[in-house]
């Protein structure tokens, strides 16, 4: 296990992650409108060119860093590298965490998708991950699930030491038993993005926070 920085091992709030974008204009102008509501930004772009991933990931990172956000790439060390983005976040098979966190650094933010496994979130942590994310939760379009998560796994894994993120299918109005079960951020894409008005969205995430 690492030894997390307290702007990581305190992050709490609302995980924004990019919607499929092709059009880089379009991309950042939604991107800066709810970028001031998000803890974390996370880039994802599963579809896009090696080259349209570099140019949109070094944009968006310099909308994160004029705006103090953390920029954490999808799958893709190498790419957090180039860009100077503030980590990544890897799947189960998107490549090694100790490898990850030995080529960005001890300060780097280095999470991983953990779905319904307290196992993974273990071997993770000791391998040197920042964070476990688990889910999905409820029904999502962002991608195909097979695996559901329950608030029990938020709560089992405080153990670990480091910070809780849930994700799939959450809402402002479901998110409530996830807080109350420990997660210190929700990790979300449609739910800001495809909302008629994504920064009363964004705003509605982060006010779930304060709930009791």
Not at 32 to 41: E, H, N, S
Not at 73 to 85: F, H, K, P, R, S
Not at 148 to 168: E, N
Request: glycine share 8%; with cysteine; charged share 15%.
């Amino acid at each position: 296990m690492i030894s997390l920085p307290p702007s990581v091992r305190h992050a709490r709030g609302l995980y924004l992650i990019t919607p499929e974008e092709p059009d880089t204009a379009r991309l950042l102008a939604r991107v800066a409108a709810v970028l001031p509501y998000a803890t974390w930004l996370q880039y994802r772009q599963k579809d896009a060119s090696a080259d349209l991933r570099h140019v949109q990931a070094t944009a968006v990172q310099a909308l994160c860093a004029q705006a103090g956000v953390p920029l954490i790439i999808n799958d893709d060390a190498t790419l957090a590298a180039v860009v100077g983005a503030a980590g990544v976040h890897l799947g189960e098979d998107d490549g090694d965490i100790a490898a990850a966190r030995d080529l960005l650094g001890p300060h780097a933010i280095v999470g991983a998708s953990c779905y319904d496994e307290s196992v993974l979130a273990e071997r993770a942590v000791a391998a040197g991950a920042s964070y476990v994310a688990f889910g999905a939760f409820f029904p999502t379009t962002s991608k195909v699930t097979t695996r559901c998560a329950t608030p029990a796994l938020l709560t089992a894994a405080a153990a670990l030491g480091v910070p809780r993120v849930a994700i799939g299918g959450i809402t402002p109005d479901n998110m409530g038993p996830l807080v109350a079960a420990g997660a210190d951020l929700v990790a979300v894409i449609g739910g800001v993005f495809d909302a008629p008005d994504p920064v009363a969205a964004a705003l509605a995430y982060g006010r779930s926070f304060e709930r009791p």
